[in-house]
């Protein structure tokens, strides 16, 4: 168990090391840079070479990774090319609300999808079927266009909640949780089909192990079986797809944040990819990475407490 | 090294890398010979190495150390699935649904191995000579003639060894390797399967290394029996021999655990089963001491302390044990 | 060997059995129909993509413009068509750079194993963590929003997954036999890997390819709806999804058509995955949904009366739904308090059917389509056997070591039973749970009852499973070959175990067994089962030395050790039936050597032929006439 996480957390140096390489690397596959982004395509040649000399942008390219690196190993992300403000700063700034919005949409899509995906399995008939159509819906509308409906009938017809902006949580609880509630919605419909249809697979599947069928002759009773025996074998698979749902979310607020206007990192993942601020693309590719690495190794953590050969080894 | 033995296998021995850096020895120096057109029965429960011999002298499990030499020709066992293939050589192995590959049909199945000789050979086959042969090969072993255009799905357990049995005959060896080839079938499948084994063994002076964990299934079939327990051999002899008087006390154990389908019979061998009942203590890794003492009703200190070499018995077999023909008459078991 | 109904692997043919399915028909016609239709889009629209048409603005469908027009009155049916185009190409070339990456490396990994295996695996442990959607902005923005680079990106980032399941496969099919034969063939490692392991792979291909597809036409439209990618007034999915939203509140209409078109096609790929899934997949599909439906008789029609423990009266089960399969037809039998009758048969008899019915523990497919199970002078019903479970009728099973929920300690699973069936709390259940584990002869029950079930040794599970079932102390225990999957020493320790307890507690056992040997061993009755139907039923000693049916004869006779060593072995020819070929008449009729042709004719009855013993054959005297020269 310890040697899996100390394993995953050996593998984040370098896969840190290699996202930013492959962002540093293909920024110098390519003709153009900031300096002209920043000045413009009317600006002179000597404005540029300036401002490029200014930048450092007239250094080879692992020069300049190389000084990138090592502020970053001292905490100094640089500064954002068009704000010019601290990179590091803004993200950091800017976390609480991704996180407000992928964590509050997990913990709803793992409640409602484990408890549809359950009633599907141990009830089957038509529930069942509801919950297989729902979601192949979640499925199939794209998150964004899920969130404009929402918009348009929530907020523009009938004003229930703010089509935009976000409240933090220590502002105003209730407005927190007004400004979330379609952000959350749009994101979780997704994450509810895929932890729905997961938690089904693996609770039929262990319905039908020969275990569930010597509990049941042994006169346990099906609550206890259901509840006790089964939900804690097919949790496995479930905590596998919670983890895939959560990576998922955090990519899914690029769109969602886009939508809602939310000063997270996914809007400004937009932005800056639009206004090519390598900087602060830079900060975000590592940042997003490192979000990963924390869910998989809570996913390994999990799977070490449920599944007891894990723990042993 | 004779050349009378089509299979000789000399001091093998093999070890599977296991948890916290040990190794696992599954195989113990272990001797074996095989004689052209004679049947080797190696009988023994779980864990007894028998089909990690069989996966050695395949070239498929990590030999390190002693020989095994086939035709009087040394094959390289350290070379794992490397090495020349040796057409003389083939395998039926126990699970009748592994062993043939789903999406391909029946009559490819059984051609690969010729097609796969011929394209070593670089030799062209005759125009539908591979047809041909595939179809009387089918025929062979009792399938119907239409069988080759179909998928292995299309058949039961029996029919689909009677396939894979087809496709090691198909290049004419002269030693072929079963695996456990009938456990998995049901009792009258069994006895098909047994049968045609026997009569191909007839006709075509093939041998056999029968590998089981049924002692009755392994005398029926064999010449000569090797019972093996954690990976060392514990007795061996003809099958008759074994049969009749079985002197080593695993050997017996063995028999006196298996049921006779007779009720009257099986009482009795209850009751002598009883000589050999013994609460088993820890077993202790394998070292210089007999494998078996933790379980023996007979064991002695020197058990604990000597390995028993195989010692010639008065039944005529050879026997790894330091008490033989200190033990009781063994009428009572083999009734 | 164990439930009669085996699920058939599928066989060649995968795009017939896809295109079988009506789900999968639909989808693969739509994405035919849609690639050709954007392909074609130039010569099936009337109006190009960019044409604007001021008097037609914000159009509902119409005649005209058959899915409306958006704000500068484009045809939004032929925007879409137009726009598929980037949509549909941007998905090839993410699902090509994803196989080309993915399948190559999945294979090798798996089939070579070692370092290779190793370093690939890190690999693709590392694509897994690399948030694909921040590096395709980071591509978007120093690519100059080139969409197909982007999308190739996406190919190589996302192939970590279906790298490992492809790994996965293969490490699964190097272990079939058929593998290990092509290799002792002598067949190089690369015609082995592209003839028997590429073709174990291709289901799990198939199914994520198409799950890709679906999330990578999400991802294209994603993109382009953030206004990344091909720039307006080029038609894109997302770009109009966009455009409808800044006037949805007016117009809601114009976010329906990109909305369905983009919902259908990521639909038809999800389909399609999981059409593959369930036909490349053994698992039963039989397992889905539905418990076991109980069919049992009118009230009327009680049972009849009877002084043994258990009886089976006229029991029929049937398989699926709507032309439902008998596996179990018209089975009578009883059980006597503090007897052992040995249930003996093949593959496919039904004995194991049987067994499960006798506890009320049918597959969810299977129903009982007549006959009462009656307990203690009661006729069963469902709700019956829950409260007997445990109690007054319990079960070992097949397998050990599948028999124990492996998530939890040997204590708490046999404590959990102590609680539910004896009410005992706390110290008293830790204390009963070691007398029971000691009951059952396990040394230092108090360790073992620490131990995962993974922890301990079949024989040793077995034990465990055997005390589990006697914690209610029942009257009646079901014993479905209770050794079959264990050494042969073992399963003699496990017998000794059985017949102890039994003789101890007095409680009836019912033992499905296909070995004669431990049949005899244990039983003082037999039922023979085949195809179905008891055709012998006899006290043990006359059964064996007198079987009074050929198909009991002939079974007795292929035992190896009735042979002489050499001699061949009085074989029974052919296979028994299965459930679709059972004939009207003797269903042993044509592998008999007695067979006359009024055995093929009507059914034929269990009949006495002698006190306590029955057999279903018309040739009886002839039997035994035989027998006994034999």
Same mark, same amino acid.
């Not at chain 2, 009792?142 to 799905?153: F, I, K, T, V």
């Not at chain 2, 394998?286 to 494998?291: A, I």
């Given at each position: 168990m310890l040697r899996l996480l100390a394993n995953r957390l050996a593998l984040s140096v370098p896969l840190l090391f290699v996202v930013s390489v492959l962002v540093f690397g293909l920024a110098s596959l390519?003709?153009? &840079?900031a300096a002209r982004t920043i000045l413009?395509?009317?600006?002179t040649p000597e404005a540029v070479a300036y401002l490029r000399n200014q930048l450092g942008l007239d250094q080879p390219w692992y020069e300049r990774y190389g000084s990138w690196l090592a502020g970053v190993l001292h905490g100094d992300f640089g500064t954002s090319?068009?704000?010019?403000? &601290?990179v590091w700063t803004t993200l950091n700034t800017r976390l609480g609300v991704t996180l407000s919005l992928v964590l509050t949409a997990l913990v709803v899509s793992t409640v409602i999808g484990v408890a549809l995906g359950l009633v599907s399995a141990v009830r089957g008939g038509v529930l069942g079927r509801v919950v297989d159509v729902l979601s192949l819906i979640g499925l199939a509308l794209p998150n964004f266009w899920i969130a404009i409906v929402l918009v348009s009938l929530?907020?523009?017809?009938?004003?229930?909640?703010?089509a935009t902006g976000y409240v933090p949580l220590t502002a105003s609880p209730s407005e927190w949780i007004s400004s979330l509630a379609m952000p959350v919605a749009a994101l979780s419909l997704l994450g509810i089909a895929i932890i729905g249809k997961q938690t089904r697979d693996s609770v039929l599947d262990t319905l039908g192990a020969e275990y569930v069928r010597v509990l049941r002759a042994n006169g346990v009773s099906e609550r206890r079986i259901v509840f006790v025996h089964v939900l804690r074998n097919a949790a496995i698979p479930i905590v596998t797809a919670m983890g895939v749902v959560a990576v998922g979310m955090v990519g899914g607020s690029v769109f969602i944040e886009s939508v809602f206007v939310l000063p997270g990192l996914g809007s400004l993942a937009t932005q800056s990819t639009l206004d090519h601020d390598l900087p602060v693309i830079l900060g975000l590719g590592v940042y997003f990475t490192m979000l990963v690495i924390v869910v998989n190794v809570l996913v390994d953590l999990a799977y070490g407490f449920l599944n007891p050969k894990v723990r042993a080894s | 090294m004779s050349a009378e033995h089509l299979l000789r296998v000399e001091q093998l021995q093999v070890d599977y890398p296991a948890p916290r850096r040990r190794t696992f020895r599954?195989?113990?120096t272990v001797d074996l010979a095989v004689r052209p057109g004679e049947t080797l029965g190696l009988v023994g429960e779980s864990g007894s190495g028998k089909s990690t011999i069989a996966k050695a002298i395949l070239g498929i499990a990590p030999v390190s150390a002693g020989t095994i030499s086939f035709d009087g020709v040394a094959l390289d066992p350290k070379r794992v699935r490397r090495r020349?293939?040796?057409?003389d050589l083939q395998a039926v192995f126990q699970d009748p649904t592994s062993s043939?590959?789903?999406?391909?049909t029946v009559g490819y199945t059984v051609a690969e191995p010729l097609l796969a000789q011929l394209g070593r050979e670089r030799r062209k086959a005759a125009p539908g000579e591979v047809r041909d042969r595939v179809a009387a090969m089918l025929d062979r072993v009792?399938?119907?003639?239409?069988?080759?255009?179909?998928?292995?799905?299309?058949?039961s357990g029996g029919q689909r060894q009677r396939i894979a049995i087809a496709r090691a005959l198909i290049v004419d060896p002269r030693l072929v390797i079963c695996d456990e080839?009938?456990?998995?079938?049901?009792l009258s499948i069994q006895a098909q399967v047994l049968n045609l084994l026997g009569d191909i063994r007839a006709e075509r002076g093939i041998g056999y290394l029968f590998i089981s964990h049924d002692l009755q299934v392994v005398e029926h079939l064999a010449d000569t029996v090797v019972v093996l327990y954690r990976g060392r051999v514990m007795e061996s002899g003809p099958a008759a021999a074994i049969h009749r008087s079985p002197e080593h006390p695993y050997t017996r154990a063995l028999l006196a655990a298996s049921p006779v389908p007779d009720p009257v019979r099986q009482r009795e061998r209850r009751a002598a089963r009883e000589v050999y009942r013994h609460a088993p203590a820890r077993a202790d890794a394998?070292?210089?001491?007999?494998?078996f003492r933790h379980r023996?009703?007979?064991?002695?200190e020197r058990c604990a302390q000597e390995r028993p070499v195989l010692r010639a018995t008065a039944a005529g077999t050879v026997a790894a044990c330091h008490r033989v023909g200190e033990l009781p008459d063994v009428r009572a078991v083999v009734a | 060997m164990s439930s009669g109904v085996q699920a058939r692997p599928a066989r060649g043919g995968l795009v017939r059995a896809v295109l079988r399915t009506p789900r999968g028909a639909v989808a693969v016609v739509f994405l035919a129909l849609l690639t050709t239709a954007c392909v074609c889009a130039p010569l099936l629209t009337?109006?190009?993509?960019l044409d604007q048409h001021i008097d037609a603005v914000?159009?509902?469908?119409?005649?005209?413009?058959w899915l409306g027009t958006d704000v500068l009155g484009r045809d939004l049916l032929s925007r879409i068509l137009f726009g598929g185009r980037s949509s549909l190409l941007g998905v090839v070339e993410a699902v090509v750079a994803q196989l080309l990456v993915a399948v190559p490396a999945g294979l090798v990994a798996g089939y070579f194993g070692g370092l290779v295996d190793r370093a690939l695996m890190r690999l693709a442990e590392l694509l897994m963590s690399i948030p694909a959607i921040m590096i395709l902005l980071a591509v978007l923005a120093i690519f100059g929003n080139s969409l197909p680079v982007a999308m190739i990106a996406l190919g190589v980032l996302s192939s970590g997954g279906l790298m490992r399941l492809v790994r996965g496969a293969a490490l699964v099919a190097r272990e079939e036999l058929y593998v290990t034969a092509a290799e002792l063939m002598g067949l190089s490692r690369t015609q082995v890997m592209l003839r028997h392991v590429l073709g174990r792979c291709r289901g799990v291909i198939i199914v994520q390819t198409s799950l890709f597809a679906a999330i990578a036409l999400g991802v294209q439209t994603g993109l382009t709806f953030l206004g990344?990618?091909?720039?307006?007034?080029e038609p894109t999915w997302g770009g109009m999804v966009a455009e409808a939203a800044s006037v949805f509140s007016q117009?809601?209409?114009?976010?329906v058509p990109p909305g369905t078109i983009i919902a259908l096609t990521v639909l038809a790929f999800g389909v399609l995955g999981d059409v593959v899934r369930d036909a490349t997949s053994?698992?039963?599909?039989?397992?889905?949904?539905g418990r076991a439906r109980h069919r049992t008789a009118?009230?009327?029609?009680?049972a009849a009366p009877s002084d043994a423990l258990l009886s089976v009266q006229g029991l029929s089960v049937a398989v699926g739904g709507d032309t439902p399969l008998r596996l179990l037809d018209d089975v009578s039998f009883e059980i006597a308090a503090g007897e052992v009758v040995g249930l003996v048969g093949e593959s496919g008899s039904g004995k194991s059917m049987t067994a499960r019915a006798l506890i009320g523990l049918?597959?969810?497919?299977?129903?009982?389509?007549s006959g009462h199970v009656v307990f203690d002078g009661k006729a069963l019903r469902e709700a019956d056997f829950r409260a007997l479970r445990g109690r007054e009728i319990a079960m070992i099973s097949q397998e050990p070591m599948a028999a124990l929920?492996?998530?939890?300690r040997i204590g708490s699973l046999v404590g959990e039973v102590v609680r539910t069936l004896e009410g005992k709390r706390g110290k008293a259940v830790t204390e009963r749970v070691v007398e029971l584990l000691t009951m059952v002869e396990i040394p230092d029950a108090a360790d073992v009852a620490r131990?995962?079930?993974?922890?301990?040794?079949g024989g040793m599970a077995q034990r465990v499973a055997i005390a589990m079932a006697l914690a209610g102390g029942p009257r009646l225990l079901i014993a479905d070959?209770?050794?079959?999957?264990?050494?042969v020493t073992v399963q003699a320790e496990i017998l000794d175990l059985l017949r102890r307890l039994q003789q101890e507690n007095g409680m009836a056992v019912l033992l499905v067994s296909h070995n004669l040997g431990v049949i005899a061993d244990m039983c003082s009755e037999v039922l023979v089962l085949y195809a179905g139907q008891v055709v012998e039923q006899a006290a043990v000693d006359a059964l064996f030395a007198a079987p009074a049916h050929p198909y009991a004869a002939a079974l007795l006779a292929s035992?190896?050790?009735?042979?002489?060593?050499?001699q061949p072995i009085r074989a029974i020819p052919g296979t028994v039936p299965s459930p679709e070929d059972?004939?009207?008449?003797?269903?042993?009729a044509n592998r008999?050597?007695?067979?006359?042709?009024?055995?093929?004719?009507e059914a034929i009855p269990l009949v006495d032929?002698?006190?306590?013993h029955r057999s279903r054959c018309i040739r009886i005297p002839v039997l035994l006439e035989q027998e006994a020269t034999r």
């Open positions: 390519v003709p153009g &840079d413009g395509e009317q600006a090319i068009l704000s010019g403000q &601290d929530f907020a523009v017809q009938f004003r229930l909640f703010p | 599954a195989v113990d020349k293939p040796v057409t043939l590959d789903p999406s391909k009792g399938l119907s003639g239409n069988a080759a255009a179909r998928y292995p799905a299309q058949f080839a009938v456990s998995a079938l049901d394998l070292g210089e001491s007999c494998p023996c009703p007979f064991a002695v | 009337r109006f190009g993509p914000r159009g509902l469908p119409s005649g005209t413009y990344l990618g091909p720039q307006p007034p117009d809601p209409w114009m976010l053994e698992r039963q599909s039989a397992a889905g949904t009118p009230a009327g029609t009680a049918l597959p969810t497919n299977c129903l009982v389509e929920d492996p998530s939890f131990r995962y079930p993974h922890q301990i040794s070959e209770p050794t079959t999957a264990l050494d035992s190896p050790e009735k042979a002489g060593i050499g059972w004939p009207t008449g003797c269903r042993f008999c050597e007695l067979a006359e042709p009024e055995c093929r004719g032929v002698g006190a306590d």
